[in-house]
């Protein structure tokens, strides 16, 4: 771990005091929320800009990719071309339009893991501390197949911290904000099938007041010019790079772009059911059909159900096995696998619909309930015993690796934990599947750490990747509360309005489960918890 106080190199950061940064003194009046609103429009126009500012890519679509009857992958994880930009030139690269180029052709590139956190790949402090832009390229291959299919095809970043732009061939395909979460974009007319293409990535791991979360720069003289030099509160290291897996993968030109599930159970009968919605590329679904159906853990089909049109219904399964978490059930962590087939509806007359699409995935049927006294699971009142993790390693910082995930959960289970919060940012996709897998219940925090200085700018990002973060994650079972926020200064009077802003709105995305903050200030200052606001 890294010690508390760190000033070497370029990047200053401290540990979080319990009630307000220290150094910072308190307003003499109440500044107003609309007030707090145009500061921080001034601090992002100044700094944020300069690099990617928003998101191009939506919350629709991001179904996890697989592989299927209609469906292809390529990874391109694998080591990378690597340039770190100039600290007191961040926006050369873009000015100069690196991204047309091979990197090896503008800059002497190293060599860089991916997935992986850049800062300890090498001993380059510099590079360990930079604040700023960095830049990957790789070249690969699309199959000619791909071509010739009409099929589409599509990129999928599991999460870069913090923003990023991509290229593909020179052509900009997406851009993203916030780390820790996924995008993509549909890259089918930018590709070159059967020849060599490239991608080409800029990563900007810079925190402002505006972001998610927050941090400060300044800059500092050196001998030729200025740099940026990085704070912020938050008691961990602010990795960055590519962090989790990059993905081709095509699908049929009209496809399933997205399932939402909600499970039921009746007890008096002993049986569970899924309300599924699901949404079509097609703008038009009057002549779409969807079949779901649901297999047991011996692959033995239980339910079958119909839905044309609306693409929406209930699969209904008789004596269910339900989700259990570990340690309260001797099968905990029960799935059903979920096959979702889409296709044409028939003409009169022909028995045989044309398939168009089809995805699995796998799905929980557990209840969830909680009052003033009682968290309950399928009706039973159950008790948290876990922790608060951090999802860093050493060398490969925040990059995903299933090796130490799957000892981090033989761990869990060894010393008699069932859940854990994640702590302060949303894990891998990958580590939601094995808290399925496993019975392990999540606490799943959005990246708000140490939230202060409110504004308008910063409660719609906030919003933004909590509408994201529930998207993600919404159809996991082990997923049992929503936390949007870690240690937010809700002594501030602004904290009120700012927090009954992000609770509303996390209710309204997603009634069926709690929402929840860690809270460090003392509960007679505290003016978001104490008002019901979380």
Not at 11 to 21: E, H, I, L, Q, Y
Not at 237 to 264: C, E, Q, W
Request: net charge negative; charged share 20%; aromatic share 10%.
């Amino acid at each position: 771990n890294r010690q508390l106080t760190q000033t070497r190199a370029r990047t200053m950061w401290t540990a979080a005091p319990a009630v307000r940064v220290v150094g910072r003194r308190p307003p003499a009046k109440v500044v107003t929320f609309l007030v707090m609103g145009v500061i921080g429009y001034m601090v992002n126009a100044v700094f944020g800009v300069m690099y990617t500012s928003g998101n191009e890519s939506s919350t629709e679509g991001l179904l996890y990719p697989i592989e299927s009857e209609t469906r292809e992958l390529k990874s391109l994880d694998g080591v990378w071309n690597f340039v770190r930009s100039d600290s007191n030139n961040p926006s050369q690269g873009l000015r100069e339009k690196w991204y047309n180029d091979d990197l090896a052709r503008v800059r002497q590139t190293i060599q860089m893991p991916v997935p992986s956190s850049y800062n300890d790949v090498t001993e380059d402090a510099a590079l360990r501390d930079h604040v700023g832009t960095v830049w990957y390229d790789r070249k690969f291959f699309v199959p000619r197949s791909w071509g010739d299919s009409g099929d589409r095809v599509l990129v999928r970043f599991g999460s870069v911290h913090y923003d990023t732009i991509v290229w593909i061939n020179g052509v900009q395909i997406v851009k993203h904000e916030f780390g820790h979460l996924p995008f993509e974009a549909e890259v089918t007319k930018v590709l070159k099938y059967g020849q060599e293409n490239r991608i080409t990535v800029l990563c900007d791991n810079v925190l402002l007041q505006v972001t998610v979360p927050q941090g400060k720069v300044d800059n500092q003289a050196i001998d030729n010019g200025v740099e940026m030099v990085q704070s912020y509160t938050f008691d961990f290291f602010n990795y960055a790079g590519i962090h989790r897996s990059v993905m081709l993968y095509t699908v049929p030109k009209v496809y399933i772009k997205d399932v939402a599930i909600r499970t039921g159970y009746d007890e008096s009968e002993g049986s569970g059911s899924v309300d599924y919605q699901i949404t079509a590329s097609a703008n038009e679904t009057d002549n779409l059909q969807v079949t779901v159906k649901l297999y047991d853990r011996n692959g033995t089909l239980v339910s079958k159900d119909l839905a044309q049109g609306q693409l929406q219904g209930t699969a209904s399964i008789p004596d269910v096995h339900l989700w259990w978490p570990y340690l309260m059930h001797p099968e905990p962590g029960y799935l059903y696998t979920m096959e979702i087939t889409l296709a044409t509806i028939a003409p009169v007359g022909d028995a045989n619909p044309t398939v168009l699409d089809i995805y699995r995935m796998k799905v929980g049927i557990r209840t969830l309930e909680w009052n003033a006294t009682s968290f309950l699971i399928n009706g039973k009142p159950i008790y948290f015993r876990g922790f608060g993790r951090h999802e860093d390693s050493d060398i490969r910082g925040k990059g995903l690796d299933l090796a130490l995930l799957t000892k981090d959960f033989n761990l869990l289970k060894w010393v008699g934990a069932n859940a854990y919060r994640t702590s302060h940012y949303p894990y891998s996709e990958e580590s939601m599947q094995f808290a399925d897998e496993h019975g392990i219940m999540i606490i799943d925090e959005c990246p708000s750490v140490d939230t202060d200085n409110y504004s308008q700018i910063l409660l719609q990002k906030h919003k933004s990747s909590i509408e994201q973060l529930i998207h993600r994650d919404r159809n996991h079972p082990s997923v049992v509360m929503w936390s949007i926020a870690n240690e937010p200064r809700t002594g501030r009077l602004d904290a009120d309005a700012y927090f009954a802003a992000v609770a509303a709105y996390t209710k309204k995305l997603d009634p069926t489960r709690p929402i929840t903050a860690a809270i460090a200030v003392n509960v007679n200052d505290d003016r978001a918890v104490s008002k019901r606001r979380i």
